[in-house]
């Protein structure tokens, strides 16, 4: 079993930014890759970003590519998403998600484990 802690999330103005973290915990995670997806109020869960196991692919949708940037840190079992320029769009809870395969994905349904959520609000 995995574990997934997010933390950092919060209110920010727009054009500001904030960096989430992923703590993991139960086993390690790095043979797995990593996402992030969101949820809007009153709107399905939409992927965000994803990382490979070792961390030399990453994928973004569209609407944050160039904005915001995933990393991870195998040592420390963490994963972070760098969210810059950040819009009121953006307003969601995020969650982050581990799937026990090599490369990314950006769909759901392969992540086996999934933490709680952060709240993350952009002001206008």
């Known amino acids: 079993q995995v574990q997934l802690v997010e933390s950092g999330g919060g209110l920010v103005q727009a054009g500001g930014s904030l960096r989430l973290s992923c703590a993991a915990s139960?086993?390690?995670?790095?043979?797995?890759?990593m996402g992030w997806f969101r949820q809007a109020p009153g709107k399905e869960r939409e992927f965000v970003a994803a990382?490979?196991?070792?961390?030399?692919?990453?994928y973004y949708a569209d609407s944050v590519k160039g904005r915001f940037t995933i990393s991870r840190d195998n040592a420390k079992n963490t994963v972070n998403l760098q969210m810059n320029s950040l819009k009121p769009e953006d307003t969601a809870v995020y969650y982050c998600?581990?799937?026990?395969?090599?490369?990314?994905?950006?769909?759901?349904?392969?992540?086996?484990?999934w933490g709680q959520g952060t709240q993350v609000t952009v002001s206008s």
């Open positions: 998600a581990a799937a026990h395969m090599s490369r990314p994905v950006t769909t759901a349904p392969p992540y086996d484990y």
């Open positions: 990382i490979s196991w070792r961390g030399g692919i990453t």
């Open positions: 139960g086993r390690t995670v790095s043979s797995y890759a």
